[in-house]
Structures are given as structure tokens and as C-alpha cells.
T-cell receptor, first 107, second 110 residues
Framework: KNEVEQSPQNLTAQEGEFITINCSYS?????LHWLQQHPGGGIVSLFM???GKKKHGRLIATINIQEKHSSLHITASHPRDSAVYIC?????????FGKGTHLIIQP | NAGVTQTPKFRILKIGQSMTLQCTQD?????MYWYRQDPGMGLKLIYY???????DKGEVPNGYNVSRSTTEDFPLRLELAAPSQTSVYFC?????????FGQGTRLTVV
């Protein structure tokens, strides 16, 4: 069974700061997902990665398959980025999730 | 496209009652999933399906049942509800490049 660890668990930053959230997993995978969840809200997929790097707007996700590690970066952070960011790994038989990183961006 | 649609959004059940959480997707995805999310914990897989007529247990299947008679629909049945089933439930589907989640069902068993 894969174990997924995220760090930090909580992060408070000022608007405009560069944010990094880390994810490590214990067993080799076919794909890694980064998800976003707003308080009381649904879950939105940000990225699905199997290798390398992906960028969407101010969000960048990277993965190092050999080291079993992924990072999610947010550039020029904004209060609307405040949310829980969740890392998940797995394939067709379902995902294993980290506990999430609770991010607050203060104006 | 509506994506993944779950109903109801909220429900309060009494211990021992039964209910069905509905999930439908309009993206023609073969893979569908039910997860539960408890405070302070990562989401956990209850059941999944890789296509119509095929279902399999996930990590926490006890107390639940599913069926997959069509590609679109993947209902989750709770029999004899227990307080331990108080949780937020998410239905999801996936393509080869992305996962899609419903808005969640907040269930309280009292």
C-alpha cells in the first residue's frame, strides 16, 4: 500500500510570495495528481503527472520518479489561492491521498 | 458537460436507516470511484468500477454496496447506517489525463 506524505500541513504566507508544497510517496506509481479543495467545496483536479513538469497559469507541478517526490509551486500567490492542496497517487484501481496542505494567503 | 453529479448534497440519517447516494457522469468514462473524507484524514477509497458490470472493493468497503449497470451511473448504497459512516462522500471518474470529482455529499448519522 502506498503511503503519501505532504508537507507542510499548514502554510500561511503573504500575497505575492512564492509557495512550495511537497509530496512524497513510498511505492512506484503510474501517475500523481494535485488537487485543490476550497472550504466546504468540491475537489478540482489541477494536474496529473507521470514525469517531468507541467505548468498552468501561476501553478507549476514537478515530479521526480526516482526520488518518489513531487512539488507544487504557486508563483505570485493571491488570496484566492487559499485552499487545501491534496496530493494523490495511483492508477485505474483508485487513488491514495495525502492529508492535504492547508494554505492561507493573506492580503 | 455537467461532469460528475452527486445527489444529495446533504443528508441526515438515523442509525439503522438505509439510503443511496447517486452519482452520474456524462463524459463516457469507464473508471468511476467512491471515496469518503473524514476530518484530518486523507480521502479513502470505498469502491471502484472499471466499466459497466464490473465493481471491486477499495480500502474501506464495509457497510456499503455499489452497482454499475450503465457507464454513466455508479450509485453507493448504505445499509443499516452507523455513526461511523458520518463523513463527506465524493464520487469521481477519470480519463487517461485527468480526474473529475463530484461536489460531495455530507452525511450525518445520528
Amino acid at each position: 500500500k502506498n503511503e503519501v506524505e505532504q508537507s507542510p500541513q499548514n502554510l500561511t504566507a503573504q500575497e505575492g510570495e512564492f509557495i512550495t508544497i511537497n509530496c512524497s510517496y513510498s511505492v512506484g506509481i503510474s501517475a500523481l495528481h494535485w488537487l485543490q479543495q476550497h472550504p466546504g467545496g468540491g475537489i478540482v483536479s489541477l494536474f496529473m503527472l507521470s514525469s517531468g513538469k507541467k505548468k498552468h497559469g501561476r501553478l507549476i507541478a514537478t515530479i521526480n520518479i526516482q526520488e518518489k517526490h513531487s512539488s507544487l509551486h504557486i508563483t505570485a500567490s493571491h488570496p484566492r489561492d487559499s485552499a487545501v492542496y491534496i496530493c494523490a497517487v495511483g492508477g485505474a484501481d483508485g487513488l491514495t491521498f495525502g492529508k492535504g496542505t492547508h494554505l492561507i494567503i493573506q492580503p | 458537460n455537467a461532469g460528475v453529479t452527486q445527489t444529495p448534497k446533504f443528508r441526515i440519517l438515523k442509525i439503522g436507516q438505509s439510503m443511496t447516494l447517486q452519482c452520474t457522469q456524462d463524459m463516457n468514462h469507464n473508471y468511476m470511484y467512491w471515496y469518503r473524507q473524514d476530518p484530518g484524514m486523507g480521502l479513502k477509497l470505498i469502491y471502484y468500477s472499471v466499466g459497466a458490470g464490473i465493481t471491486d472493493k477499495g480500502e474501506v468497503p464495509n457497510g456499503y454496496n455499489v452497482s454499475r449497470s450503465t457507464t454513466e451511473d455508479f450509485p453507493l448504497r448504505l445499509e443499516l447506517a452507523a455513526p461511523s459512516q458520518t463523513s463527506v462522500y465524493f464520487c469521481a471518474s477519470r480519463s487517461f489525463t485527468e480526474a473529475f470529482f463530484g461536489q460531495g455529499t455530507r452525511l450525518t448519522v445520528v
